[in-house]
């Protein structure tokens, strides 16, 4: 796969604030790309040079090859964004919206008609078209903010918080349609999101801390990486677990032990096979990976 | 072209479906209505008729309801081209309060398009709000006392255009560094409340003290004001001249109507206000293109 987005050594700075720190990172065609941080961490700062509305102090960026400084209405025209609060107009309806935005890049007509009902069968929004978009839900405003964002067919979507507030059933909706999007066109997804079970989904993840990478590799990677394995044992008392002489917690009827890896956790079970007949093996979390990456928690945009 | 267009429709479209934005945009021609309604066509009837009767002169109530709409319909006139210019442009800033401006600015479309379509969106905007008022003061001069010709009508729309193209970038400029909800309600307060006062719509330019009739004698919407003031009294000092009133009395009422307007004691005259006005527009447009073009350069 062909890297979609190459960001070398980016910085920048705004006055004595650094919010971007020598950033490098590659975003390969057709993945998920998930880039986490807390509020401030500079992931909208990244995303605005990318999109060619700010200016880099140092390094290079390219997005399909091509610089954003150089090929700004290039680079715009493959990329499509989904801010995290609708930015439609709310009093124009669905329609007026969606014209006025494909207009923009030099899509009417037929043109617009067929693209609508390409992304409809994916989002299915017809019966919206005439409702202006103040009116609409939570969840149906921001099926329409993705039509707006895909209407000129980009080839890297991102998506910058998408589903906060979402209820979990359009959250699903919405994580379909993106997931046939990827299958059927190849599309590469850009995401910031704070639900981490969204990123634990991703290809590849990014971890942002004041401005530089503090993680970055596969979800699976970074599991094995920043967290351990869990044990969770069932039908035993407590004495025994304490003999084991291995962290653990006691959950409701159960207890809940930390090994460092999969390999202490199968020693752990193969030296008592007489208390491990009923239990189950997990790996840590994308929220433990953060927390051990970064100190910090990842909790709906607030730093803990 | 067709991205300019679109643009276009898009904010022309806002300011009419935004009720809010749209009534807004009215409150000062709407308060300029409530107050000739209530008191300020009686005191101007009165004061016409003392002044005219105490000159030896005997005047028809058709003629002084000629002169005081005339008043009327220019002030409302001349405030109405620039406050709802400014209340219409507030979109603009809107536009970055709600993210629809980072929202536009994602699609491959120039700053200065981006520009132009709030400039002439606001310029259709405001002449469609105007235009429709001057319709209905025309139509209420025809019940008042008429006294105009086609010229002077298609002088007043000229009149009309000039103050629009003035109001529209004035409040480019101005808004153009505006960004946040509490700085709209702000200037729109100011710009409602003091325009019609300095412009002279409220009250005669001629009734400030001297000093303040040197500094918005510096003020270009004066003129705007004036000229609208010309062309819809025209026809009304002709009749005055007709039924032979002393040239020193027409010349008088003239003065107290803001018609002769005075810039440190010359007066100055209709083709220099044409002049001032239309300076004054080219100078604003140059302006908010080079802010637009400064600013064109990324945040840095």
């Not at chain 1, 599309?187 to 989904?201: N, P, R």
Request: aromatic content about 8%.
């Amino acid at each position: 796969m062909e890297n979609i987005i190459e960001i070398n050594h980016l910085s920048k700075a705004f006055g004595e604030v650094k919010a971007v720190r020598d950033l490098s990172f590659r975003v390969k065609e057709g993945e998920l790309f998930a880039f986490l941080g807390v509020n401030g961490a500079g992931k909208s700062t990244t995303i605005n040079i990318m999109c060619g509305q700010l200016a880099k102090d140092e390094g290079s960026v390219y997005i399909c090859g091509m610089n954003p400084d150089r090929d700004a209405d290039e680079v715009k025209r493959n990329l499509g964004v989904v801010f995290q609060n609708s930015v439609l107009d709310k009093s124009l309806t669905v329609r007026d919206n969606l014209i006025s935005r494909a207009a923009l890049y030099g899509i009417a007509g037929n043109e617009l008609e067929k693209r609508l009902t390409e992304l409809d069968r994916l989002l299915d929004f017809r019966d919206l078209m005439k409702r202006p978009v103040g009116k609409l839900s939570g969840g149906q405003r921001r099926r329409i903010d993705i039509v707006r964002a895909l209407i000129h067919s980009p080839k890297i979507l991102i998506l910058d918080e998408p589903t906060t507030g979402l209820d979990p059933q359009t959250r699903k909706l919405l994580w379909d349609a993106i997931s046939m999007m990827r299958k059927e066109q190849h599309m590469t997804v850009f995401l910031t999101t704070h639900y981490m079970e969204e990123a634990a989904d991703a290809d590849f993840v990014v971890i942002l801390d004041s401005g530089k990478i503090a993680a970055e590799g596969t979800p699976l990677t970074l599991k094995n990486n920043y967290t351990g394995d869990f044990i969770t044992l069932y039908g035993v008392n407590e004495e025994k677990i304490k003999a084991l002489g291995c962290p653990y917690v006691p959950i409701r009827d159960a207890y809940r032990i930390s090994v460092p890896d999969t390999g202490a956790a199968t020693k752990l079970i193969v030296e008592n096979p007489e208390l491990f007949r009923d239990y189950e093996i997990t790996k840590g979390k994308m929220d433990d990976v953060f927390l051990a990456a970064t100190g910090k928690k990842l909790t709906g945009g607030m730093e803990r | 072209m067709r991205e300019l267009g679109a643009l276009v429709k898009r904010n022309t479209k806002l300011y009419f479906k935004d009720k809010g934005m749209f009534f807004t945009s009215l409150i000062t021609p709407l308060i300029l209505l409530v107050l000739y309604a209530t008191f300020l066509r009686k005191v101007y009837e009165d004061s016409f008729h003392a002044a005219l009767e105490s000159a030896g002169a005997s005047v028809s109530d058709e003629l002084i309801g000629g002169c005081v709409g005339g008043e009327l319909v220019s002030s409302l006139l001349a405030v109405c081209c620039v406050t709802v210019a400014f209340c219409s442009n507030f979109l603009m800033v809107q536009d970055k309060v709600t993210g629809a401006k980072n929202d536009l600015s994602m699609a491959p479309v120039g700053r200065g398009t981006l520009a132009l379509g709030y400039y002439v969106a606001n310029l259709l905007s405001t002449l469609l709000v105007c235009l429709g008022a001057a319709a209905v003061c025309l139509l209420y001069l025809s019940k008042t006392g008429w006294y105009l010709t086609g010229t002077d009508i298609a002088l007043t729309l000229l009149d009309i255009l000039l103050l629009v193209l003035f109001g529209s970038a004035l409040s480019s400029i101005i808004n153009f560094f505006l960004s946040s909800q509490g700085q709209i309600s702000a200037v729109g307060t100011i710009i409602s409340a003091g325009y019609g006062f300095i412009c002279g719509a409220y009250m005669p330019i001629s009734n400030f003290s001297e000093g303040l009739q040197k500094a918005v004698s510096f003020l270009p919407g004066t003129y705007g004001t004036s000229l609208l003031r010309n062309h819809l009294l025209r026809g009304v000092f002709e009749e005055m001249d007709e039924q032979g009133f002393p040239e020193q009395v027409v010349e008088a009422v003239r003065d107290s109507v803001d018609c002769n307007l005075y810039f440190f004691d010359s007066k100055v005259e209709i083709g220099s206000m044409y002049i001032v006005l239309i300076v004054s527009i080219v100078v604003l447009i140059a302006a908010y293109i080079m802010l637009n073009l400064m600013t064109g350069k990324k945040r840095r």
